[in-house]
């Protein structure tokens, strides 16, 4: 097989670059690079979420570069041009256990040249790896921020159970068949991403990988008016059901077949100021390449728990370096999870110097709002 090309300089911005850094535990990664003409410059780590690339961050990198930092954003394990992960889904699962992927991100600032950044950033499922890089190593990650999805710490250990066996009674439904007996039967959206079919699903899709894309992002955006979120009560079917589809589906339905019923309009697509048709197809190019697997393991990794004793090590344990939290007020992502948003605000992050809900943005909040949000990061950041 032929050794991966870095991207094209016409689909990037001018001053940010494509580049490789091999053996990385194990890979050959491929990351986004601005800031990198001058020695000496903080570095900034930029992780991104699902189903997207380091290239979700070339609006923000510049600004952070003008400010005087070296930015870095990979392509995470599993996404993209970096390479050395297991595609196979009765593959390698345990290469994609978080404590992993806080080693891959060590492992890259220090090939860089890097003993610590000065701070790193996670959308969506990055934001639960920042979270962790920021829990195990505050010497090297020394402030954190995180976007579009609260982290709620540690799993807990049973506490004090020696003498105080806790009560054996009968088993209850689980939330899966609860969902699935509702008047409308629903699915929960991260279980439907770890079974095998789902890579297929969205991969093959009748309308094929670039107008799912743009449906998925349409349909999680501000630009889909019905995102109006708001706080659940509870981690029960009656209240999950209150989200869009997209988090909690049709019992029936597969996720391209769900974002299919939203797909915009031609005026609308052609309105997309943030994500633009050539900008897209830089998303459906590397995806119709990798197909979807690569990142579903991550979610494959929580619903299956294969990491959940491992990170019991660290129960109680806060996060103690300065953080922040940035998110689009018209994100369910920040309320998918009833009490997250608050625990972490409460007692997971011990210096949580503000939560920062933006106007006019929905999951995508770095590429939807791109200027306000580098200039709450760059804010962050000069205060340290």
Same mark, same amino acid.
Request: glycine fraction near 8%.
């Given at each position: 097989?032929?050794?991966?090309?870095?991207?094209?300089?016409?689909?990037?911005?001018? *001053?940010?670059?494509?580049?490789?850094?091999?053996?990385?535990?194990?890979?050959?990664?491929?990351?986004?690079?601005?800031?990198?003409?001058?020695?000496?410059?903080?570095? +900034?780590?930029?992780?991104?979420?699902?189903?997207?690339?380091?290239?979700?961050?070339?609006?923000?990198?510049?600004?952070?570069?003008?400010? @005087?930092?070296?930015?870095?954003?990979?392509?995470?394990?599993?996404?993209?041009?970096?390479?050395?992960?297991?595609?196979?889904?009765?593959?390698?699962?345990?290469?994609?256990?978080?404590?992993?992927?806080?080693?891959?991100?060590?492992?890259?600032?220090?090939?860089? *040249? $890097?003993?610590?950044?000065?701070? +790193?950033?996670? $959308?969506?499922?990055?934001?639960?790896?920042?979270?962790?890089?920021?829990?195990?190593?505050?010497?090297?990650?020394?402030? +954190?921020?995180?976007?579009?999805?609260?982290?709620?710490?540690?799993?807990?250990?049973?506490?004090?159970?020696?003498?105080?066996? %806790?009560?054996?009674?009968?088993?209850?439904?689980?939330? $899966?068949?609860?969902?699935?007996?509702?008047?409308?039967?629903?699915?929960?959206?991260?279980?439907?991403?770890?079974?095998?079919?789902?890579?297929?699903?969205?991969?093959?899709?009748?309308?094929?990988?670039?107008?799912?894309?743009?449906?998925?992002? $349409?349909?999680?955006?501000?630009?889909?008016?019905?995102?109006?979120?708001?706080?659940?009560?509870?981690?029960?079917?009656?209240?999950?059901?209150?989200? %869009?589809?997209?988090?909690?589906?049709?019992?029936?339905? @597969?996720?391209?077949?769900?974002?299919?019923?939203?797909?915009?309009?031609?005026?609308?697509?052609?309105?997309?100021?943030?994500?633009?048709?050539?900008?897209?197809?830089?998303?459906?190019?590397?995806?119709?390449?990798t197909g979807f697997q690569g990142g579903l393991?991550?979610?494959?990794?929580?619903?299956?728990?294969?990491?959940?004793?491992?990170?019991?090590?660290?129960?109680?344990?806060?996060?103690?370096?300065?953080?922040?939290?940035?998110?689009?007020?018209?994100?369910?992502?920040?309320?998918?999870?009833?009490?997250?948003?608050?625990?972490?605000?409460?007692?997971?992050?011990t210096r949580m110097l503000g939560c920062h809900?933006?106007?006019?943005?929905?999951?995508?909040?770095?590429?939807?709002?791109?200027?306000?949000?580098?200039?709450?990061?760059?804010?962050?950041?000069?205060?340290?």
């Open positions: 097989m032929n050794e991966m090309m870095p991207l094209e300089n016409a689909v990037l911005p001018p *001053g940010i670059r494509s580049r490789f850094v091999s053996d990385i535990n194990g890979l050959r990664i491929h990351m986004l690079e601005a800031g990198f003409d001058l020695q000496d410059r903080p570095c +900034v780590l930029l992780l991104h979420g699902f189903p997207e690339l380091a290239y979700s961050w070339r609006k923000v990198m510049l600004p952070l570069a003008a400010a @005087g930092f070296h930015v870095v954003a990979p392509d995470l394990r599993g996404y993209g041009r970096t390479t050395g992960w297991d595609a196979d889904y009765d593959g390698d699962l345990g290469s994609f256990r978080l404590l992993n992927a806080v080693r891959d991100a060590i492992g890259l600032i220090s090939a860089l *040249g $890097h003993r610590s950044v000065a701070a +790193v950033v996670g $959308h969506d499922f990055g934001s639960p790896v920042a979270a962790w890089c920021a829990l195990v190593r505050p010497d090297v990650f020394r402030s +954190v921020a995180l976007m579009s999805a609260p982290v709620a710490g540690p799993p807990v250990l049973p506490f004090d159970t020696a003498n105080n066996p %806790p009560q054996q009674g009968s088993p209850g439904a689980s939330i $899966h068949e609860e969902l699935a007996k509702l008047d409308r039967p629903r699915k929960h959206y991260q279980w439907y991403y770890s079974t095998r079919q789902a890579n297929a699903d969205m991969r093959d899709c009748p309308q094929g990988v670039h107008a799912f894309l743009r449906s998925y992002y $349409h349909h999680k955006s501000a630009d889909w008016k019905q995102n109006r979120p708001f706080r659940l009560k509870s981690w029960t079917a009656e209240e999950l059901a209150k989200m %869009p589809t997209y988090y909690i589906m049709e019992l029936d339905k @597969g996720m391209a077949a769900t974002v299919a019923e939203e797909m915009p309009s031609a005026s609308q697509i052609a309105a997309c100021r943030w994500l633009p048709d050539s900008e897209l197809s830089v998303y459906s190019a590397e995806y119709e390449r393991q991550w979610y494959r990794r929580g619903t299956e728990g294969i990491d959940t004793a491992e990170l019991q090590l660290f129960s109680g344990r806060t996060i103690d370096v300065p953080s922040i939290f940035i998110a689009g007020k018209q994100d369910w992502g920040t309320y998918q999870r009833p009490g997250n948003f608050e625990r972490m605000r409460e007692s997971v992050f809900l933006i106007e006019g943005a929905g999951h995508w909040v770095q590429q939807e709002q791109a200027d306000r949000v580098s200039e709450l990061l760059i804010e962050f950041l000069q205060g340290q």
